[in-house]
């Protein structure tokens, strides 16, 4: 049995993406699947504060919510659009709500696609590689049984996997996995697996499976 990961394809161009949302555990998720795939993420909390990062820093493709304070996902978009230097930004809405005149607004506001939360990451994937034009590799690995070896990881890294866990650090639990994937050996397919999980947001169960370890940290 495999499960795969996604890497960007390597000689593709670097990705850049700007994540807004109001909402910090939101972001955390979509910014922690992004870095995992080698994407250079700038957060921002609302409309206005996007339009600001972006205009000192402009990114290809920024993913947009819509429902926000301050300034929302559709009025951020328009002020994107009408922006001589920001207007070739490729806009995609992430949201709840899949009213289909939601859906038209974002779309007649200058969104290019639309992405459902929760967000899945191969979708989310696809429609990077559709609008960039980048090319991103699935790589398979193999599923591991539900009773991994998971003392096979470094110590520090199981640490670090546990307090990120405990504190919902999603970003950090990344991290900390590609540490011990850099490090190979077979800790390195365990790291593989439970980055895995954490593509799927299974998070409960990589939670499970830390536990399987405490005590021998």
Same mark, same amino acid.
Request: charged share 20%.
């Given at each position: ?7 960007? +394809? ?16 939101? $972001?955390? &998720? ?15 909390? @609302?409309?206005?504060?996007?339009? %600001?990062?972006? $205009? ?10 819509? @429902?926000?304070? &301050? ?5 951020? !978009?328009?002020?994107?659009?009408? /922006?001589? &230097? ?11 709500? &899949? ?7 974002? $779309? ?11 967000? @899945? ?9 559709? @609008? ?13 049984? /539900? ?8 110590? /520090? ?5 546990? !307090?990120?866990?405990? +504190? ?15 490090? %190979?050996?077979?800790?390195? +397919? ?25 005590? $021998?940290?």
């Amino acid at each position: 049995l495999f499960d795969t990961i996604a890497t960007v +394809e390597p000689g593709s161009e670097h990705l850049r993406i700007m994540v807004v949302d109001d909402n910090a555990d939101n $972001r955390q &998720v979509l910014t922690g699947l992004l870095r995992s795939v080698g994407a250079e993420i700038i957060e921002a909390e @609302h409309g206005a504060d996007a339009l %600001g990062k972006l $205009r000192l820093q402009p990114v290809p493709l920024v993913l947009m919510d819509v @429902h926000m304070p &301050v300034m929302n996902g559709m009025e951020a !978009t328009r002020q994107i659009k009408a /922006d001589p &230097v920001l207007c070739n930004t490729v806009v995609i809405a992430v949201s709840a709500s &899949v009213f289909p005149d939601v859906i038209e607004q974002m $779309r007649a506001a200058g969104c290019v696609d639309f992405i459902n939360k929760p967000v @899945h990451l191969p979708e989310l994937l696809q429609k990077i590689s559709q @609008h960039l034009g980048v090319s991103l590799r699935m790589q398979a690995v193999p599923v591991m049984p /539900d009773k991994i070896a998971v003392e096979l990881l470094p110590a /520090d890294v199981r640490g670090v996997l546990q !307090t990120a866990i405990a +504190e919902g650090d999603i970003e950090a639990m990344y991290a900390a996995l590609q540490r011990a994937e850099y490090r %190979g050996g077979s800790g390195a +397919e365990v790291a593989r697996h439970l980055r895995a999980l954490l593509n799927k947001f299974e998070i409960e169960a990589v939670r499970d499976l830390l536990a399987q370890g405490v005590g $021998r940290v």
